[in-house]
């Protein structure tokens, strides 16, 4: 170790660090004295808690008092420079190792920097000195890109840290490669101790059963790219953020980069400030886009898995999940996007268009990392399917189309208990949909003055209508395309045909009566 980079490091930090973040690098430095050399440990730190904070302190001190060097291993180039950057802040002099790295001055450095495939290049190809470094440290470690490393560092203390302790693989859980795992603070307590801001979600029920689930365990982009490049789903899109969040700065999750194409000309198209950012784009690019991200107030900005990790905005208001996903991992990460406080900001919304919050819970519940981390399929077993999920929605008008509706009393209709109720009665089950069309026909009547009104109203009942029948059609275990499509346009035509028959007879039922001439 050169005599500047030992003098660097022997400067006590300026950064300040809190309880709970000295108490984790107490716990991790007893590890250190206690365990074998090799031991492999995981620390779990939720999004925003300060998890680059802490292994830097860790590094710092560890250069101290050992004789050893390090390395630091992330999967993103974004995430090498963010972490040499605060090393550095910590007084602490390292080397990023990147595909242009000249290693020829290594022998001057204690501490490396590196993204995983090109350190397991540079490891394969024998240019860079390991044979003294006595601590790893492996940021995001549920990635499972980095245990091919494992192999070169059999006599190094490996340290992973990890806002979620869950493997993005199921066949590779991490409780085959960690031998421990430190749990910090939960969400809750930073919330309750104002490190982050709490989230405030809403949850719109989707019909999700057309997305189909890829050998990775999550959702295909081609299936959600169908569903949610569709003109209804960007309208519900646009619908909820002019609810929940105009005028806010707003980040959008989509599965594809199709979907957020197509999210921007739809925002851009309704005169929403937006801009897109994927992986595609080139630095320059990226960083006028984040710029313009940063600087205005009521800015858009739609992407990919781009901005889960890495990615730091205090200043965003809204996150939307404009997505599905069955990976806890990337539900507490895009979440948690939001959750950076920043002056006055101590809460910050989240708009849920893919039963998420239905599937994981909401986000900062206490999990029990611990049961998580030592039986990974017993939790992912649990989880709920869409299936299971749908089942217990309650599919009601929309609050635009229910306002036209406001005489009745009551607007929903329960199709799978009618259903269950008739098979119960031995009654055909053509009896349910008889009797989902009475009930349309009643609602259309209450709010109208004749006939015309009731089939005016009829008309609004398009996208109810066709939920009934696709409810029906899981009851009955039959949902080919043309027969839905027949069901639907034959519902039409019996509502309208029962609307022009009954009216006058329902109305004075409903009225005491008749309807004036």
């Not at 005599?3 to 490091?9: D, E, V």
């Not at 919050?357 to 709920?384: T, V």
């Not at 607007?411 to 349910?432: H, L, N, P, R």
């Not at 069901?487 to 329902?506: G, S």
Request: with cysteine; aromatic share 10%.
């Amino acid at each position: 170790m050169s005599n500047t980079t030992q003098a660097i490091q022997e400067k006590k930090t300026d950064k300040e660090l809190y309880d709970y973040q000295q108490g984790a690098i107490s716990q991790i430095f007893e590890k250190f004295e206690t365990e074998r050399d090799d031991y492999h440990l995981l620390y779990q730190l939720p999004t925003g808690g300060g998890k680059t904070v802490i292994f830097s302190e860790i590094v710092r001190q560890y250069l101290k008092n050992h004789n050893k060097k390090v390395i630091i291993m992330t999967h993103r180039v974004e995430l090498c420079s963010q972490t040499s950057k605060m090393l550095t802040s910590f007084g602490v002099t390292n080397k990023v190792v990147n595909s242009k790295a000249n290693l020829d001055d290594q022998g001057d450095y204690s501490c490396f920097v590196a993204m995983v495939e090109t350190l397991n290049n540079r490891l394969n190809d024998d240019k860079l000195d390991i044979s003294d470094v006595g601590l790893v440290i492996i940021d995001e470690a549920h990635y499972n890109s980095f245990t091919k490393l494992f192999k070169f560092f059999e006599k190094s203390f490996i340290l992973g840290v990890t806002a979620t302790p869950l493997s993005s693989n199921k066949e590779l859980p991490m409780k085959d490669n960690y031998d421990e795992l430190i749990t910090g603070e939960t969400i809750e307590n930073l919330i309750e101790n104002e490190f982050l801001a709490r989230a405030e979600t809403y949850a719109y029920d989707m019909s999700l059963t057309s997305l189909e689930v890829g050998s990775n365990g999550d959702y295909t982009v081609k299936s959600s790219e169908d569903l949610y490049s569709s003109p209804a789903m960007l309208q519900k899109l646009i619908d909820a953020y002019k609810k929940h969040s105009l005028g806010k700065k707003t980040l959008i999750f989509n599965n594809g980069i199709n979907t957020s194409i197509s999210v921007y000309y739809a925002f851009r198209e309704a005169g929403l400030p937006i801009m897109h950012l994927d992986n595609t784009a080139t630095k320059k690019q990226r960083k006028q886009i984040l710029q313009w991200f940063h600087e205005t107030p009521d800015a858009i900005l739609t992407s990919v898995s781009i901005l889960t990790t890495g990615f730091d905005e205090p200043t965003i208001d809204t996150i939307i999940l404009n997505r599905a996903t069955k990976s806890l991992t990337l539900y507490y990460q895009m979440i948690g996007r939001g959750s950076r406080i920043l002056n006055n900001k101590t809460k910050f919304t989240t708009i849920d268009l893919g039963n998420n919050l239905y599937r994981f819970g909401p986000w900062g519940a206490d999990l029990d990392w611990q049961l998580i981390f030592k039986s990974p399929n017993w939790y992912a077993d649990r989880i709920k399917d869409d299936v299971a999920i749908e089942a217990n929605f309650k599919h009601d008008l929309a609050d635009e189309i229910k306002e036209e509706f406001s005489k009745s009393e009551e607007t929903y209709f329960d199709i799978t208990q009618t259903y269950k109720d008739a098979v119960a009665k031995g009654e055909s089950s053509k009896v349910v949909l008889e009797r989902s069309i009475e009930q349309h026909a009643k609602i259309c009547i209450e709010n109208s003055e004749d006939v015309y009104d009731a089939l005016a109203l009829a008309k609004l009942l398009k996208d109810d209508i066709n939920q009934r029948i696709e409810t029906y059609a899981k009851c009955i275990s039959k949902s080919t395309y043309n027969f839905l499509k027949w069901l639907k346009d034959d519902y039409q035509k019996k509502l309208n045909t029962y609307l022009r028959t009954n009216f006058d007879e329902v109305f004075e039922q409903i009225h005491g009566y008749p309807p004036e001439d």
